[in-house]
């Protein structure tokens, strides 16, 4: 018998794909839209100590476009999942094919295992973790997910239909609120008045084939584009210089499914122990290792391969957050052919790369990491001019202070002195000197932000023109 939190996220994959070529039939490019409903209802078992019966829904809050075939459709899943004993019902009368006049499908999937408890935790976990990373890159597909163990109800909705993004290809819009990436608190007192992060694109490049993989009747090309990211914005400082200390690598295939499912009992880190595969870590005096701590607890998208800095070489400035920033690159890998792509083909591929995804990358080692190193290294470039910027912005400002301090504390003029110190509401010249720095650094900051929302926009219409 399959795992729960395999058969959920495979049937889920498979949905999609089936959403996605139906979508594409109408419009090639358009986000898919809709919302799924994923339920897990689990009761001691009567028959096995220290087990779960545990009863999963897989349903569509309103219908899947394209309508599907039902013993097509069963046949298909048991090919993906050949241990999965299901169950399925339809909300439509018909059974052969339940389609309504709108050409839209009612939907709903029951299927039936026992788990241990824990294993159902940490199922629970992998499915919360896929949802989350589907979102990121759909965001206009809606998942609500509840286990239910026992009688206790936990719920939570994944979505983010209303978030900014960077529309990319293929109909893949990458979410750019960089809570879904990191968290808050990472980041100490450190006030965030910009909250996106701003890829960079890197140019598309064709992957090459081993000759064992080829001959599996792959019928077209796979196309790897690179987005890189510092999180947070490098554009908007605190009085503080960030460094890089960590970087995460997010896997995306076809349709913009995840390549992997991550378990945190086979952390897929051990994958890539080489740390220098994608990026030449030197060429930033940079020394990363793997992290293998990844945390399913936390309200993130847990990165396909996670590194950080083990130290660094060269000069260090001083005056830094000791969090640092992350480095985020996604990986989108697409699949391209002369004929409109079928959903079983396009399964097929996902498969493939999925199974043979480090022997595909190992042979296309230099275009891929010539790709990925132009994106990184203009992502790397914005930081070097913030931080020069930052610089000069203190320098000015402390210029700035320093002169309007010595106008107001060298005049002869006692009045004067009363309105500076009463228009900033100051006690004495020492907190008059604080509040009007404070003054310029939140003027400075706002016009900072005032930027990254006008540089998205720019980009968001770049993207539509």
Not at 70 to 94: C, N, R, V, Y
């Amino acid at each position: 018998m399959e795992g729960t939190a395999v058969a959920v996220c495979e049937i889920l994959k498979y949905l999609i794909i089936h959403w996605r070529c139906e979508t594409a039939r109408i419009s090639k490019g358009a986000l898919l839209e809709g919302e799924l409903v994923i339920s897990i209802e689990a009761l001691n078992s009567k028959h096995q100590a220290n087990t779960l019966h545990c009863v999963t829904t897989i349903a569509s809050a309103g219908s899947i476009f394209g309508g599907l075939v039902l013993k097509k459709f069963l046949k298909e899943i048991q090919s993906i999942l050949p241990g999965l004993s299901a169950e399925l019902s339809w909300t439509s009368e018909e059974t052969s094919y339940s389609q309504d006049v709108s050409g839209v499908t009612p939907f709903q999937m029951i299927f039936e295992a026992h788990e241990k408890p824990r294993t159902l935790m940490t199922d629970s976990l992998v499915i919360k973790n896929f949802l989350h990373k589907v979102i990121t890159v759909l965001p206009k597909i809606r998942f609500n997910f509840s286990v239910k163990v026992n009688g206790i109800l936990s719920m939570e909705i994944f979505g983010a239909e209303n978030e900014p993004t960077l529309n990319l290809s293929n109909g893949i819009a990458l979410v750019v609120n960089h809570q879904h990436y990191v968290s808050t608190p990472k980041f100490g007192t450190t006030e965030l008045l910009c909250s996106r992060i701003h890829p960079v694109l890197g140019h598309p490049v064709m992957l090459f084939i081993p000759d064992d993989v080829a001959k599996m009747g792959l019928l077209g090309e796979l196309i790897l584009t690179p987005a890189a990211a510092l999180c947070p914005c490098p554009n908007v400082f605190s009085n503080q210089l960030n460094r890089i200390s960590s970087a995460s690598i997010f896997l995306y295939g076809p349709s913009g499914l995840p390549l992997i499912l991550l378990n945190p009992e086979q952390p897929t880190s051990t994958t890539f122990k080489d740390t220098s595969y994608f990026i030449n870590w030197k060429k930033y005096h940079l020394c990363m290792v793997p992290n293998l701590d990844l945390n399913f607890d936390r309200d993130l998208v847990l990165p396909d391969v996670s590194y950080q800095v083990e130290s660094s070489e060269g000069d260090q400035t001083q005056n830094m957050d000791p969090q640092g920033q992350t480095l985020l690159l996604f990986l989108f890998v697409d699949f391209h052919s002369g004929f409109p792509v079928q959903k079983m083909e396009l399964w097929g591929v996902h498969t493939l790369l999925t199974t043979h995804l480090s022997a595909i990358l190992t042979e296309s080692h230099s275009v891929v990491q010539d790709s990925i190193q132009v994106a990184v290294d203009q992502a790397l470039e914005q930081h070097h001019q913030a931080v020069k910027a930052h610089q000069k912005l203190q320098a000015s400002l402390s210029v700035a202070v320093n002169s309007i301090m010595s106008i107001m504390t060298g005049s002869t003029s006692s009045s004067f002195r009363k309105t500076c110190l009463q228009t900033l509401q100051a006690a004495d010249t020492q907190e008059f000197g604080t509040k009007l720095h404070k003054s310029f650094h939140e003027i400075t900051q706002n016009r900072f932000l005032h930027h990254c929302s006008r540089e998205v926009k720019q980009r968001k219409a770049m993207q539509s023109s």
